[in-house]
């Protein structure tokens, strides 16, 4: 089995003391020409890689970000984790991003080993309605900060977006278009965006004096494409069916769209569907799907910039905040048909 190449290796080929090597790996320009091209022979002949872990433990201080999300197959977090990277990367940081799959369960396993790694810092969507696994995790004293979802207490930094107001403009954009009797087709009714969209929905129906009646909820146990399968066919069953539907995201929304596609049920003709999240693939459905817009790589950015602060990386000044950003709707075919 190959030996790892180790710093008195360089030393002892390069014929210098191990403190010249360290000297032409982190200060270089302290070492003569001459001898900086030598030892740098002799790291590219042997092949020597640095211990980053060993680098950590004399500075105190990880390089590293963590970057927890509840779906990586969901490309808005796909955006929230390239914004993150952007930013870590600029400050000279690398991300570890890790899926909890809308698991309580692996999630804790990942702060777990957030905190085994030491890392500089969190970026978390939470996946525990509960908080138990943000309460232990604050017991590392690592600083994290909430993506998509507002802090409730005030010792965290929090970025997300007016979910009541993007499920207003959602269902508001619906009635303007002459619907009375809408769908929601929710999500795990534990995360506070399925409740803030629901939230807004009612509060656009009550505005159009409208009752919480004129709205019918198909919860579903995942915001995945096959939840919306599922979700499709369950609407598709109902002897009063809704003439409109609002999803919780968008991958809900294509889901429901494939069901009644294969049902032959016109959209928007027969029934009109709004999404949430404006991913890339709303806009390439068969029908374009009208949808609520995150700034989603803007929040990752602006999280990572958050944690940046807290940690100390960043030269400005750091006092937990909370973000909030707003949506827009982005309206296209899949609600445009009139009533």
């Known amino acids: 089995m ?6 008195k290796d360089v030393a002892r080929v390069a014929g210098v003391s191990v403190g010249t090597v360290s000297n032409v790996i982190n200060r270089p320009d302290t070492v003569g020409p001459d001898t900086r091209a030598r030892v740098l022979s002799a790291i590219e002949r042997l092949g020597y890689v640095r211990s980053e872990s060993a680098r950590q433990l004399r500075a105190g201080r990880s390089r590293i970000m963590g970057l927890l999300v509840l779906d990586m197959g969901n490309p808005f977090f796909v955006d ?26 692996e999630e804790a396993e990942y702060l777990a080993l957030f905190a ?10 939470p996946a525990d309605a509960t908080g138990r696994n943000i309460e232990a995790f604050r017991r590392h004293d690592i600083p994290f900060v909430l993506v998509d979802r507002v802090a409730e207490g005030t010792t965290e930094c929090s970025v997300s977006v007016d979910d009541v107001a993007g ?40 505005g159009a004096g409208l009752g919480p009646d004129a709205l019918r909820e198909l919860p579903t146990e995942r915001l995945d494409v096959a939840a919306g399968r599922d979700a499709g066919a369950r609407l598709l069953g109902l002897s009063d069916r809704p003439t409109a539907v609002f999803c919780a995201n968008d991958l809900l929304a294509l889901g429901v769209l494939q069901s009644l596609f294969a049902a032959g049920v016109s959209v928007p003709g027969d029934l009109a569907l709004v999404g949430y999240d404006d991913i890339e693939f709303a806009a390439a459905a068969a029908v374009p799907l009208t949808s609520v817009r995150q700034p989603a790589a803007t929040m990752g950015a602006l999280a990572a910039g958050l944690l940046l602060e807290e940690t100390g990386t960043s030269d400005v000044p750091h006092e937990h905040r909370r973000v909030v950003l707003q949506p827009e709707l982005v309206v296209r075919r899949s609600s445009l048909a009139a009533r």
């Open 2 to 7: 190959a030996q790892s190449v180790g710093i």
């Open 167 to 206: 499920g207003a403009l959602a269902v508001r954009h619906l009635l303007d278009a002459g619907h009375r009797s809408i769908a929601y087709v929710s999500g795990p009714p534990g995360f506070n965006q399925v409740r803030d969209r629901r939230t807004g929905a009612l509060t656009a129906l009550a």
């Open 80 to 105: 929230v984790a390239r914004g993150a990277e952007r930013a870590a990367r600029e400050a000279g940081l690398g991300v570890m991003v890790c899926n909890s799959a809308q698991s309580p369960g």
């Open 116 to 125: 085994e790694q030491r890392v500089r810092g969190v970026l978390l969507t």
